[in-house]
């Protein structure tokens, strides 16, 4: 079983970065894949960027592609999403989740996509003015 706590998010100015951590708890964490996914107002959970329990791969949806990095602590048993040169459309709750599920190579589409995850963190604001 895995808990996730998220913090950080808020305002911040177009243009700028932005780090949200997301810490985990339990012991199997590292087994677990970890995605990061947003919700705007009105619109569908967005999967964005995603990495391997294996090796740390990453992937990333075209919209964050070059400006947002997923990354994990396995020490700390951390998760992050840097953010750089946000922008007003990147104005979202973002969250972090962790799967159990095989994330390969052939399939990570999938793992942006809400179902291959078990565990969700509870959300953080991030808002970025126009």
């Known amino acids: 079983q895995v808990q996730l706590v998220q913090s950080g998010g808020g305002l911040v100015q177009a243009g700028g970065p932005l780090r949200l951590p997301c810490a985990a708890s339990?012991?199997?964490?590292?087994?677990?894949?970890m995605g990061w996914f947003r919700q705007a107002p009105g619109k569908e959970r967005e999967g964005i960027a995603c990495i391997r329990s294996s090796d740390d791969s990453t992937y990333y949806a075209d919209s964050v592609k070059g400006r947002f990095t997923i990354s994990r602590d396995r020490a700390k048993n951390m998760v992050y999403l840097r953010m750089n040169n946000v922008k007003p459309e990147d104005t979202a709750v973002y969250l972090c989740?962790?799967?159990?599920?095989?994330?390969?190579?052939?399939?990570?589409?999938?793992?942006?996509?809400?179902?291959?995850?078990?565990?969700w963190g509870q959300g953080t604001q991030v808002t970025v003015p126009s």
């Open positions: 989740a962790a799967s159990r599920g095989e994330l390969l190579d052939g399939n990570w589409r999938q793992f942006l996509t809400p179902h291959e995850y078990d565990h």
């Open positions: 339990g012991r199997t964490f590292t087994k677990y894949s």
